[in-house]
């Protein structure tokens, strides 16, 4: 989710007009824009879930298509309008919004040729990152931005984790395949790596359960290692997040750091004094 | 939940009597008020339980009845009481407590009205936690204020991170549905929605669960999610309680150390003695 | 768990030699009995439980009853020679431990007049602990310790979280009555109360689940909900046991405290520089 | 998983060669020897996976059985090499990668007498283990090591916190059996134990569920405790990970600050030049 690369509007004064309205927020026209977008996003997919409802479509699907088919167009319009008011089209298009913007349209034409992929219209739900950024919701923008940035340092050995837990579910499935083999659920070793992922991450459906005496004790064991190791990842984010805490509240005055911890009192790049302290 | 504002008791002398007993616990008839009142609370609390269970409907309806009717006329006259016998009416009523008083009373008269409404009543068990303030049961008090003001100043970030998930969630959800479309519990998008809803937070109910192998491989990879997804408002909150903690911390003259036991007399990174103790 | 007090033996010799047998591991002797005891312990609870299995229990009956009179007949000399060798009885009887020893023995004798009470003979487990103990399973006992420690000095926060928690289910389950109620599972208010729990902790039995398209937008929000507060438990004890992580590490050689945070250079009690830095 | 103990190739240059090919990843024929390894591990293990489905084994049978043969065949060959090629043999062999690279080969020749064994091949997964440290994916070992520790660190706490677990559940097992032993499910202590184990570490399956008021509410209460206990682990094994962090660490000369960034060069606290930098 990059920072959008400025985009010089062109000389033509409606298009710089229109440009304003559909890219900024800071006029009165552009922010009912944003309202109304954020809106007809929303709506857009409560029509969409409600058409996948047997009951509601039946009922009503001749009034969902056409509100479909208008939300659609005028999504198309905004998209093409962007594209046109934009300086730097490949910069725009290529963007992560972007993309989001297209993949917000393209199900709807493709679904004329093959009609499921018009539930992938949900993926427009994703344009309201883009609202919420522009409609200037800043502190509610930083916290998105640290939770993101905290996730993202800790990624790789979310990954490793991850990693480690497969191999692991993997094995103790294929054990568990010829302990309880015969038994419903734990036919083949996919099932029971399925069972195992069920066990492990404490979800515990019950669609698969051990009937055995001895697969219920390599459960009972499996649980209570689930229940141990969903320790790591708590662990992990907990460091990074309490590392990434206050890095967008303070500002060295002298060079300008924002990498600040609340406990500071010295700047740890310039030595400087921290005035708010 | 903040204090309520200072009620000056009028100068009626038996209003003035009355007002102690009722809102302050500092004489033995306002300590023995407080807690036939607390016990009252359970007690009513537990017969609207026991009156919707049927068994025991039938068997005691009448008994329940009035002593449901003598409760709520006592804690109709209690808050008739409250607003007489207390000054700045208008503050009481509008405080956290005053509402609480009132959400108590109002179920039973609208259920004369509106029989299911009865159960609102439930909500007397709130009461309880005026009670356990006025009987100065300081330090719990203070550990619930600690509870809240963590939660309080990571609501934002939680509200983020709930918001995130459930846009993660609709879109798994609605991948799901055209994955397992025509199998029982995911015919349409709200209820796989319910049911990625159900997997990433290792609720794992069951009632719905994929059949299709390509549906159990997108479940184990939403439950891996989940798994680790977990560490993130947990992340959030122990940051903040750390935090907490430290607000209530002391601070170094000499090094600016801020990581100051209560008991400490001298600084443990430049064994300055500590001027604060 | 507090230590035992210091239990002076009596001048007999016959009794002091099998005090120290009895209560120390000190001797060869000591140290065969605890571990002969240990053993026992475990074999003992095994017994019961293969005793509750019916199939176990009615080819075995005879056999099992007579190692469960034998075991209970010996931790009865046991306790009694406990009793006898130690000088301050009075100490030893109302001890942690102390309790511990005649709750092993009371549901056997109990059982030949109640014969369900039979079955509180799995409390001999809690024996385990004092064996722990005894064999000087120093480094384990102290990780246990500070898991109890961490515990203990967090517990009131966790008993106002639960009450928290209660309280909260209580209305939602109430609330949930009112909208599944004459769903299975939702016929009253105590089962509905019981749902709320299951999926608040996200334990997610599936017994009960909600069936109208209100009831499950309800479970998704306490789902939620769910999913976000389990992070409070969880950051109450982790700020916890960071403060007490290194208790019990490092000593001051001036004036003897050990409450030493790790990154500490001076003693924070008499300012003392510490040596082990 | 320790470092393989230096293994000094021996003189003959063929065997030289072999020994980087096959043990080293700094030649491009080391490199895709990795790399060719690494693939076929995970064919091996997709194969192994495959031939326990009924519906796939009963049409490729002699199809998955040829391709078995040949990678096991191979593995074989190469197993013997790096014995060959290698000069301190014993070290190898009884190093954590030899005895996996032995565990890798086993299945197979035990699976000619024991059939079921043959599923014991996908312990061949943990290969893979070795050809992410051969491949210098340094910063994902790293990541990989990082968690390990933590791990092995904390473990003894786990272990004390499993016991203490285990020794609960038995105990409310027990209790579960005494007050539900007639209805399916709680037919035995195990069984109960079993129950009490999917409850307290919230996996839930709901195959055993309590059916009478009283066990429903003893569950409540276990469902309760298990939400506030799962922090006991989190807790340990966040308190190790951030103790690991500070180990790579640095240290103010001036005031013993040890809370120093990576890219620190002025101490935070005391405004100091840091040495170090």
């Known amino acids: 989710m990059e920072r959008e690369h400025n985009f010089i509007p062109q000389s033509t004064p409606w298009k710089r007009r229109l440009f304003r309205i559909i890219f900024k927020a800071d006029t009165r026209l552009g922010k009912l824009f944003d309202i109304y977008l954020l809106i007809l996003i929303l709506f857009s997919t409560l029509i ?12 009503f699907h001749y009034l969902f298509l056409s ?27 290529f963007s992560f919004f972007g993309i989001i913007d297209l993949l917000a349209i393209i199900p709807f034409y493709l679904s004329l040729f093959i009609p499921i992929t018009k539930y992938f219209l949900i993926l427009r739900m994703l344009r309201m990152l883009r609202v919420f950024r522009i409609l200037n919701l ?5 916290d998105g931005y640290f939770i993101i940035k905290a996730l993202k340092s800790s990624s790789r050995k979310i990954y490793i984790f991850l990693l480690f837990l497969v191999i692991f579910c993997v094995i103790v499935g294929s054990l568990m395949f010829m302990v309880e083999g015969h038994h ?13 992922v069920v066990t492990v991450t404490t979800v515990g459906y019950g669609d698969v359960a051990p009937t055995t005496p001895l697969g219920k004790l390599l459960s009972v ?17 907990t460091a990074e997040m309490r590392n990434k805490r206050q890095e967008l509240e303070l500002i060295c ?4 750091n924002t990498d600040i911890d609340d406990d500071a ?8 004094k921290l005035q708010n302290h």
Chains 1, 2, 3, 4 share one sequence.
């Open 48 to 59: 969409v879930m409600m058409e996948s409802v047997q009951l509601l479509d039946t009922k």
């Open 67 to 93: 509100i479909e088919v208008i939300i659609s167009l005028f999504f198309t319009a905004e998209y093409i309008l962007r594209i046109i008011t934009i300086k730097n089209k490949k910069a725009y298009i």
């Open 138 to 142: 800043l502190d509610f923008m930083n």
């Open 184 to 196: 419903p659920g734990f036919e083949s070793i996919p099932q029971s790596i399925y069972w195992a």
């Open 221 to 237: 064991l499996l649980m209570l290692a689930g229940y141990a190791i969903i320790a790591v990842p708590t662990g992990i984010v």
């Open 253 to 256: 005055t002298r060079c300008g």
């Open 265 to 272: 009192r010295y700047c740890k790049t310039c030595g400087e």
